[in-house]
């Protein structure tokens, strides 16, 4: 099956017909993307700010990962939940949509990088790394964040 | 002068039908406005969930509010001008959209909420800052700005649809 079969398939399930015919469930469920935003770009923003050595500081960092790690995985959660059901209302589209395909790219990679070097750099002991790898670490990190964001305002843009 | 004529002349402006026709600056400062909600809310959540006691609870609430109320601050400003833009880009319709009007009534009342807290709980902190559960009147703060600033988000996101033009 090829993806834009697939992405066909979605469009003209019963989930993507019941959103594009609703007045107010694309709307709703565009509301709670932007809540699970609020969320996800809150935790991640204080993550980097700590690897940054600003916000609540480098040593914070280890705690501060621990703490905000189910925050994190929620708030990714409601985005993937939300971002698949404004999907399959519109997937069509969005297969020719060059901003989808920059958002999803930046998203696989920015869920990648948070999970492998992300994770390790903020858990390990500020003693024993360079505090050039934080700050290159968080840079990559909200860079890669940005560009699903603005890839996903883009979408809207067409 | 009523605030309707007030939008009426302000719609006819050369600034605000530049901004309104123009192909890039209105959508690059609608992105702004929506990006720096990372920045402005994201940052409120987490101080508003510490005060909830639900996160990062060996952390001293005052120290979460010095480290972060800088940035807070500084992205309230930039939402407060973008969103001064996307409105004198379309005074009209916008200040007859009930969301609109919502959104305004709500940003309001947070920030009642913030003065109140910083006339009652906020002066006790010495006495509750390193407690993992806050005593209810910070957290009653913390839960009513959340509810707030989700009706706000809300809002805002419906400003956008025209069911009621």
């Not at chain 2, 913030?114 to 800052?129: E, K, P, Y």
């Not at chain 2, 703060?141 to 956008?160: D, E, Y």
């Amino acid at each position: 099956m090829s993806l834009l079969t697939f992405f066909t398939w979605c469009e003209s399930s019963w989930i993507g017909q019941a959103i594009r015919d609703s007045r107010w469930l694309f709307p709703a469920i565009e509301s709670l993307h932007l809540l699970g935003l609020a969320v996800l770009g809150g935790v991640v923003l204080a993550v980097n700010l700590s690897l940054l050595d600003l916000g609540l500081g480098r040593k914070s960092a280890a705690g501060l990962w621990r703490e905000v790690r189910p925050w994190l995985v929620g708030s990714v959660a409601v985005m993937l939940g939300s971002g698949f059901l404004l999907f399959t209302s519109e997937a069509v589209k969005l297969y020719y949509h060059g901003a989808f395909w920059v958002k999803m790219g930046a998203l696989f990679l920015s869920l990648a990088f948070t999970v492998t070097a992300q994770r390790r750099t903020a858990l390990a002991d500020p003693n024993h790394i360079s505090p050039l790898r934080s700050r290159v670490v968080a840079v990559v990190s909200l860079l890669l964040w940005f560009l699903v964001g603005a890839g996903g305002r883009w979408i809207g843009f067409s | 002068m009523s605030l309707l004529e007030f939008c009426r002349w302000l719609e006819n402006t050369p600034g605000s039908i530049a901004l309104h026709e123009s192909i890039w600056v209105y959508p690059i400062v609608e992105s702004v406005h929506v990006l720096t909600l990372c920045v402005f809310l994201g940052l409120t959540v987490v101080i508003d969930l510490r005060l909830l006691g639900a996160t990062l609870l060996a952390t001293p609430v005052s120290q979460i509010l010095r480290r972060f109320l800088p940035w807070t601050v500084a992205g309230f400003a930039v939402m407060v001008v973008s969103g001064a833009l996307l409105f004198y880009a379309i005074p009209m319709k916008t200040y007859l959209n009930i969301f609109f009007r919502l959104k305004v009534a709500f940003l309001l009342m947070a920030g009642l909420n913030v003065a109140i807290f910083q006339r009652t709980a906020s002066r006790t902190m010495a006495g509750w800052d390193h407690d993992p559960k806050p005593p209810f009147r910070a957290r009653l703060a913390g839960g009513v700005s959340l509810a707030l600033w989700a009706g706000i988000v809300i809002c805002g996101r419906m400003i956008a649809y025209n069911w009621f033009d």
